[in-house]
């Protein structure tokens, strides 16, 4: 019979714990039982512990650097710094260069600075050129692609808080006081579309209608500009969060939107990681939400299933974040070496890993900063 993992037995012991980062750091001793040889359990020594740590995070950063490789390779060919999206269902063009940006960033470049400053500046320059800026537009602040009819306030998002993260680091530059105006015009742009209800939709004005995977995107670019000293409406901030908690199910999940039932663990963790990003750690909302998600993986690890989601970069996206801003720091460390073993040998040889919706960048980019978050590097992924 095959052993439980420890996230598994956490998840089916029925309980996350109270146990802070700073108590397991402190050398506490954990509240809960772990099975006979486990690392918790004394069984290795700290040397060990360390070691095993060095040599998981070595072979993520291979892959890490790899992918961004790769990325550099295709972004070459194309004349505006976006990146190629051929053979892929839906083109989608900004949200690829937003989410390719946060990845070299992720891993130490900063615009004109670093091993891919080069292609980082290029992704940037054209978010901006992305950005609506005419005065008077109904749109103003929008970042967007033409014939792009499927990431829209998504792709805002992704793009928004790919500006911020930049302009945090290079803000006393003539770029940097492009990427402001643009960085705020897209953040004026988030505030003045959302809905009554307190959440977003896919087109950048308000409407009654509203979407949670939506609102979490855009929730974490307003998180992101205002750590990079944009002024966002802290009244924006307070409804948004009251409406991603109201999504939240009976069983700790959170639903697809507001009214309507149908939750996942992607969503349940991009809540998490939402909540999170604006301050909110320890709180019964979290509690629950953390349970509910380790429930989720421990039964997909009973039934084997490998995939679990049709959306998996993106669910791997969040869970990542969720998991590495737990206060319990147990499930990080349970789920980190599992995820890196099935990264590496998903990766294609080229340092892509591939989706046939979205296109390989778009796949590449979002694992590339799964497999980098732990080095801190990125504001918004900071603990």
């Known amino acids: 019979m095959r052993t439980l993992s420890g996230l598994m037995l956490l998840a089916l012991c029925g309980g996350l714990g109270s146990e802070s980062r700073e108590a397991r750091d402190q050398g506490s001793k954990p509240p809960l039982p772990f099975p006979a040889g486990r690392d918790e359990a004394g069984s290795r020594s700290s040397q060990q512990r360390l070691a095993r740590n060095e040599e998981i995070e070595r072979r993520a950063n291979a892959s890490v650097q790899k992918s961004l490789d790769y990325l550099a390779r295709i972004q070459s060919a194309s004349l505006d710094g976006s990146f190629p999206s051929s053979g892929a269902q839906h083109a989608v063009p900004v949200p690829v260069a937003a989410l390719g940006a946060l990845a070299y960033m992720a891993a130490g470049s900063t615009p004109e ?29 929008y970042v967007s692609s033409p014939g792009d009819k499927h990431s829209r306030m998504h792709g805002h998002g992704f793009a928004t808080l790919a500006l911020a993260q930049a302009y945090a680091m ?8 492009r990427l402001r105006e643009a960085l705020s015009a897209a953040v004026r742009c988030i505030e003045s579309s959302q809905g009554p209800e307190g959440g977003w939709y896919y087109d950048p004005r308000s409407s009654y209608e509203h979407e949670n995977s939506v609102t979490v995107c855009l929730v974490q670019a307003l ?43 992607a969503l349940t963790a991009a809540g998490i990681a939402t909540l999170n990003s604006i301050g909110v750690y320890e709180d019964p909302v979290i509690t629950r939400a953390l349970e509910s998600l380790t429930r989720d993986l421990a039964a997909r690890e009973l039934e084997n299933a490998i ?77």
């Open 307 to 383: 995939g679990g989601s049709p959306h998996v970069h993106y669910e791997r996206f969040y869970i990542a974040q969720a998991l590495w801003q737990a206060p319990d720091a147990r499930l990080w460390d349970d789920w980190r070496p599992r995820i890196v073993a099935q990264l590496e040998g998903e990766q294609a040889a080229d340092g892509s890993w591939h989706d046939a919706e979205y296109g390989d960048a778009y796949a590449t980019a979002m694992h590339s900063l799964v497999l980098a978050i732990p080095l801190g590097l990125l504001p918004i992924f900071q603990r």
């Open 113 to 141: 600075r670093g091993p891919h400053g080069e292609q980082l500046t290029r992704a940037i320059d054209y978010l901006i050129s992305r950005c609506e800026l005419a005065a008077g537009s109904p749109t103003l602040g």
């Open 223 to 265: 998180r992101g500009a205002h750590g990079a000293g944009i002024h966002v409406d802290p009244a924006v901030i307070q409804r948004a969060v009251d409406y991603v908690k109201r999504c939240q199910a009976e069983d700790g999940s959170f639903k697809y939107a507001l009214n309507r039932d149908s939750t996942s663990a």
């Open 170 to 177: 290079s803000p006393a530059t003539a770029r940097g006081a």
